[in-house]
């Protein structure tokens, strides 16, 4: 299992802005992965981020609005820049552990409004 | 497009009873398929995984596999009102599309 810890819980911002948000793994892990939760409905992934390397992005996510670092193996951030009301979503950070594809943990998410 | 479809529900069932719910994949390459749960207002967790054909049982959970069919279902046994959750199957890509793809979620009352 893997400890994940995400930051902040939840926040409240303006259109225009960005918003950083953290995700702190207890253990090295190679690939970590963040995903995006619109009320209501299920998971969509954003991008996979390996240390070391560029972050790989999903069809519909770029890098100019969600910039993404992996500075080391228990470390990643992702930012959602200049915000919309749609971008108003649960942002969650995701790892494997063990090295079985597709058993994931997940942080606790970031649950952003947008306004 | 690959995609899992579920059906959205509420699934309701009384306690004590079987709760069984059901998805279906498109890629007919892939390998691995999970059902992670999810309460409400808190991240998904992942409580089985299944890869080869047949039923896999674990406690109360029951995941099975039918490949030629491109089904999985998630039976619970003995329905406690603690299940009332979203259940959401997961399928790992195939063909170079090494990622999980997520469905919509069937969300499941138990009610007493």
């Known amino acids: 299992s893997a400890v994940i810890s995400q930051k902040p819980s939840r926040d409240i911002c303006q259109r225009g802005t960005s918003l950083t948000i953290q995700c702190q793994v207890d253990s090295q892990v190679t690939m970590m992965f963040w995903y995006r939760q619109q009320p209501g409905q299920s998971l969509t992934l954003i991008a996979t981020?390996?240390?070391?390397?560029?972050?790989?992005?999903e069809s519909g996510f770029v890098i100019d609005k969600f910039p993404i670092s992996r500075p080391n193996l228990t470390f990643s951030t992702l930012t959602v820049s200049n915000m919309s009301p749609e971008d108003s979503s649960i942002y969650l950070c995701?790892?494997?552990?063990?090295?079985?594809?597709?058993?994931?943990?997940f942080g606790e998410g970031s649950r952003l409004t947008v306004l | 497009q690959k995609e899992v479809e579920q059906n959205s529900g509420p699934l309701s069932v009384p306690e004590g009873a079987i709760a069984s719910l059901n998805c279906t994949y498109s890629d007919r390459g892939s390998q691995s398929f999970f059902w992670y749960r999810q309460y409400s207002g808190k991240s998904p967790e992942l409580i089985m995984f299944?890869?080869?054909?047949g039923d896999k049982e674990d406690g109360r959970f029951t995941a099975q596999l039918n490949k030629a069919s491109q089904y999985v279902s998630l039976l619970i046994r003995d329905s406690q009102p603690s299940d009332s959750a979203t259940y959401l199957c997961a399928v790992w890509g195939s063909g170079g599309y090494n990622k999980l793809i997520f469905g919509a979620g069937t969300r499941l009352a138990v009610h007493p």
């Open positions: 981020a390996n240390q070391g390397s560029e972050a790989t992005y």
């Open positions: 299944i890869y080869s054909n």
């Open positions: 995701s790892v494997e552990v063990g090295g079985s594809a597709g058993e994931l943990f």
